[in-house]
């Protein structure tokens, strides 16, 4: 069973970090770009990020340019999302998500199959 489970997430003050993981289970994660989504109490979920299926190709929202850093270990089968100098505007639940086997990045919440359950970032003082 192809399963998505991300970690990571809490509280964190203005100006902090967090890094998030997604670790894949009952597949082969190097098969699979990833893609980070998140969405903010009473908005729609918005692409953040995503990785190609062996980390050449990276993408990122304008909002979290030069603060977010997505990052996979296939050996370890898992994809990372480094957050620096966050801000209340992050405060979202977090998602890690796989389109079909060997497709492309995207930041399209419909090209992707596979979904994570979700982890809560809240950045606040």
């Known amino acids: 069973q192809l399963q998505l489970v991300e970690s990571g997430g809490g509280l964190v003050q203005p100006g902090g970090s967090l890094r998030l993981s997604c670790a894949a289970s009952?597949?082969?994660?190097?098969?699979?770009?990833i893609g980070w989504f998140r969405q903010a109490p009473g908005k729609e979920r918005e692409g953040v990020s995503c990785i190609s299926r062996r980390g050449s190709i990276t993408n990122y929202v304008d909002s979290v340019k030069g603060r977010f850093t997505i990052s996979r270990d296939n050996a370890k089968n898992t994809v990372y999302l480094q957050m620096n100098s966050l801000s209340p505007e992050d405060t979202a639940v977090y998602y890690c998500a796989a389109p079909r086997m060997y497709g492309s990045c995207s930041g399209r919440e419909r090209d992707y199959q596979y979904w994570g359950q979700g982890t809560q970032v809240t950045v606040s003082s």
């Open positions: 009952g597949f082969t994660l190097a098969n699979y770009a």
